[in-house]
């Protein structure tokens, strides 16, 4: 049977594996939601939780498998976004609160996805043309000070040369 071809324009979800970091989140998929552009290219629509290398308004190619679901077979360029997350400390000043987070980021004017109300890790894309060092800046201190643990799930040569 022939897998129907994605017209451009339509919003569907693509999948990506990779192998379960120690101590982390036991999945080996995530699905992000993502925006076709016909010959199974796709633009990715929303924040990693788990999957490195790719950021919002990248665009993937994709496969569409014998199971239906359409998965990720590697990044055809980048947007220049970042994708950064960020878990609170239950025991630090801002608790197990997303949303104490988020303010404190909230004037680099990041958007961001909680994972969610059990394990409360927000996905934030960093916009290309953001304050890259300032963000920088207050990721260091908020770990420095104990209110988050943080990583860079996928960062651009400009990230990580400001």
Not at 105 to 133: K, Q
Request: charged share 20%; with cysteine; net charge negative.
């Amino acid at each position: 049977m022939m897998a129907a071809m994605e017209s451009a324009g339509e919003k569907i979800k693509v999948w990506f594996r990779f192998v379960p970091r120690e101590g982390w989140l036991p999945q080996d998929t995530e699905g992000l939601w993502a925006t076709t552009l016909g010959d199974d290219l796709a633009v990715v629509e929303n924040a990693a939780f788990l999957q490195d290398g790719v950021a919002e308004g990248d665009v993937v190619r994709y496969r569409t498998g014998s199971d239906g679901l359409h998965w990720a077979v590697g990044r055809v360029s980048s947007s220049g976004n970042c994708t950064i997350r960020v878990v609170p400390i239950p025991s630090g000043p801002l608790g197990r609160d997303p949303l104490a987070v988020h303010q404190r980021l909230a004037v680099f004017g990041l958007g961001g996805e909680i994972f969610s109300e059990e394990f409360p890790l927000i996905a934030f894309t960093v916009p290309a043309g953001a304050d890259f060092a300032g963000i920088k800046a207050l990721l260091a201190q908020g770990q420095d000070e104990g209110w988050w643990h943080y990583e860079v799930g996928c960062g651009t040569d400009e990230w990580w040369s400001a």
